[in-house]
């Protein structure tokens, strides 16, 4: 079959990382400066003149040691943004969102092929990162810089024996071979497909609820390193299943069967819906923010508008413009959240389709399980 015209392909499959792909990343980290300045008012600034003066709620934070006025500021800006049930509203399709993408963050770090990188196997750093400080520009920055660099790896590294070991000579094609198999590796231990949902119900989502029901600082400060929370529980049960078990540790394609694919964005998918019905009932009500939750929320929605079409970029250019499409038309129904999730399902198959290898999603629990010794991605899965 003949391949497809250029144009028609990914971009990480035939442009280059630098300059073109992180070109836009880039000039997507200005834009996102230059907004977020502009819709910053004297109300921001006040918050912070009330941490340092001692006059807002959570006031034992601001006599913290060196990082006591941020935190009053992030806790205090947060209790600002939840301080009416339209911003509520507004803040419940943020968290939507924002977990259906720890979600999808969380099984890429689980994947074989990104075992090399540091950032994405890494996420709880840079989540982290992104909650306290950094916002929409560490994802530009950082996170779908190191996205692509993987992108380019996945369709390089099926193109031949190029790429992968550290020299020149003959006796280092094992490496190099072992190198682009792991690129193309795109497995998840057994114990993960349990581990990850788990962990980002309980460790997000449980938080995330439980501030927006009781909109309290101290609420607001225990949601804050949810990063941590997820990353705990995902360690932990990990290591709970390897020692319960009575069978052998294997590997599994996610996608290639159902169950495992509703285990995992079954709980983003009716958070996002349930925030997007929540939000077009608010509507529907008096405005009841006050000035000071207008400009932290108008700020919130900014940023997230700029990651959302970051992640938009980042899809784009791994597999082409249908899976972002699918996001945007999913998310006008659903939510943003569940957009993300159904999107990325699509996303999979189109990486797959690009490197050859389709997997069909089956009803039994058991397809597209690969052991040690068994077949393995390289293996066609579909018959």
Known sequence: MPSAPAWLRAPAQHLPLLPHLAVPPGLLAVATAAALFAHSDVNLAMLWSQCRAYLSKPIGLSGLPLFGTP????????????????????????????????????????????????????????????????????????????????????????????????????????????????????????????????????????????????????FVGAWLPFPVYVTLIRFALRWAIRELRRSEPALVHLESSRWRLVALHAVPVVCSALAHAFVAYAATQRDDRKEMTRSTVTFIEVD???????????????????????????????????????????????????????????????EGTVGDGESDEQTPLLR
């Open 304 to 366: 997230l508008q700029f990651i959302a079409l970051t992640v938009l970029y980042w899809v784009f250019v791994e597999v082409g413009w249908r899976a972002p499409l699918a996001m945007v038309a999913a998310s006008v129904v659903l939510g943003p959240g569940s957009g993300l999730c159904l999107g990325w399902i699509y996303r999979e198959r189109l990486v797959l389709e690009a490197l050859g290898r389709l997997v069909a999603p089956g009803p039994d629990a058991d």
């Open 71 to 218: 935190l009053c500021y992030l806790v205090s800006f947060f209790w600002e943004a939840l301080d009416s049930l339209r911003s509520r509203a507004v803040m419940a399709v943020v968290l939507a969102y924002m977990g259906a993408l720890l979600t999808v963050c969380t099984l890429e770090a689980a994947r074989r092929c990104h075992r090399r990188s540091v950032v994405i196997a890494r996420p709880t750093w840079w989540w982290l990162l992104f909650n306290l400080a950094g916002g929409a520009l560490v994802w530009q920055l950082v996170v779908v810089p190191a996205f692509l660099h993987r992108a380019r790896r996945w369709y390089v590294a099926d193109k031949g024996p190029a790429v992968g070991g550290g020299g020149d000579g003959g006796g280092d094609e094992p490496a190099r071979e072992e190198a682009r198999h792991d690129d193309r590796d795109r497995r998840i231990e057994d114990a993960d497909v349990v581990a990850i949902p788990v962990a980002v119900a309980l460790g997000y989502y449980l938080p995330s609820i439980c501030m927006l029901a009781h909109t309290e600082p101290d």
